[in-house]
């Protein structure tokens, strides 16, 4: 956009500011860069930050769109880094799904940004609070493992690895206590790419008939097996997984309030895989 353009577009923006359905039409259609670009042209001309203001109008407008319209003008690692932040604060225990959509659904390069973006905005590290998460609960171990893999693992997904780890859990699955159960899982989820890990989800399944979260219900896995349910799900089909937390959340059938506003920001602009 020109400098012309971007002028104009933010004094459109300066006189529509408490009008939702005037401030939609106007920026909805922008890509991310030009929505960055109009952003830090109206701090230049007006001296006000543009989504701090939009937040500051909640009071006149629906609360709800303002949130996920504020949420709409960050730039994605941004916006991941306040629904972290707001996953790990939110009222009662922590919403551990937030958090696992944001480090299973996002490439490793994002995660790394996104942290940045995290302790720049909020001067704290996410990894660290993750881990101090009160009171403790089966989903942080599985955070701190899959926070972990963006670190360590591979590019490349191998059909070898898959198999071995597969064989791996089913043999930990069928003859081992929870207690190492636990802790394969945990260190393989620490060890491979979230790709990785869906071709050795895929490879499970293949050679033993069964999807993995049934060997860890009948070795009677308790909460780990209820959380790595979800985890599972959210890895090998994304796809199913949003359908089904947008239908449970526009049919009022989620606790999760935030669900529809999440789901929605963080998969913009972002094909499923």
């Not at 319209?69 to 941004?78: A, G, I, T």
């Not at 704290?124 to 609960?137: F, M, T, V």
């Not at 009948?218 to 947008?246: D, F, Q, T, W």
Request: net charge positive.
């Amino acid at each position: 956009m020109s400098s012309h353009s971007l002028e104009n577009e933010c004094k459109e923006i300066h006189d529509s500011l408490g009008s939702l359905n005037q401030l939609i039409p106007s920026l909805a259609l922008r890509t991310q860069i030009e929505r960055q670009q109009i952003t830090e042209t109206y701090r230049a001309l007006y001296g006000e930050d543009l989504i701090s203001l939009l937040q500051r109008y909640e009071a006149g407008i629906s609360a709800m769109k303002s949130a996920a319209f504020s949420l709409w003008m960050l730039d994605p690692y941004e916006r991941d880094a306040v629904m972290a932040r707001e996953a790990l604060h939110e009222q009662g225990d922590a919403n551990y799904k937030a958090l696992v959509e944001i480090l299973v659904g996002r490439k490793s390069d994002h995660i790394h940004l996104m942290k940045q973006a995290y302790h720049r905005r909020f001067r704290r590290q996410l990894d660290q609070d993750i881990i101090n998460i009160e009171p403790p609960h089966p989903y942080q171990k599985i955070l701190v493992a899959l926070a972990t893999s963006h670190k360590a693992h591979h590019a490349d997904v191998s059909q070898h690895i898959a198999k071995c780890d597969a064989r791996r859990l089913y043999e930990t699955g069928e003859g081992g206590g929870s207690g190492a159960i636990e802790a394969v899982v945990l260190e393989t989820l620490s060890k491979r790419s979230i790709q990785q890990l869906k071709l050795t989800l895929s490879s499970y399944k293949h050679i033993y008939g069964h999807d993995y979260t049934k060997s860890l219900k009948r070795a009677n896995s308790g909460e780990l097996e209820h959380a790595l349910k979800m985890v599972v799900k959210c890895i090998c089909s994304p796809p199913n997984y949003y359908a089904k937390a947008l239908y449970l959340s526009i049919k009022g059938r989620t606790i999760d309030k935030c669900c529809l506003e999440r789901v929605l920001m963080s998969r913009a602009g972002r094909r499923h895989g």
